[in-house]
């Protein structure tokens, strides 16, 4: 899915896409483009594929941003 209205979540075809704010940002993650953390209170992306849900993953919005304008997340 994607939100129209926001410039930060490019779709990539097969995937759900979703903005998590800072303020619902509750917990530490590592980005698994760039192996960087992403810290509490830090707004993120969070990308999953269609119907794997258990497969989602946290994304610093510019690695995301990559990924999704390359069309691949690996």
């Known amino acids: 899915m994607h939100d129209a209205a926001d410039p930060f ?11 998590v704010p800072a303020v619902r ?8 483009a760039c192996g960087n953390p992403i810290g509490a ?23 995301w941003r990559i990924a999704a304008r390359r069309g691949r997340i690996a």
């Open 41 to 63: 209170g830090e707004g993120h992306v969070v990308a999953w594929p269609e119907e794997e849900v258990e497969l989602r993953r946290h994304w610093h919005h510019h690695c």
């Open 25 to 32: 940002a509750d917990k530490p993650y590592t980005c698994p």
């Open 9 to 19: 979540l490019l779709p990539l075809e097969g995937y759900v896409v979703r903005r």
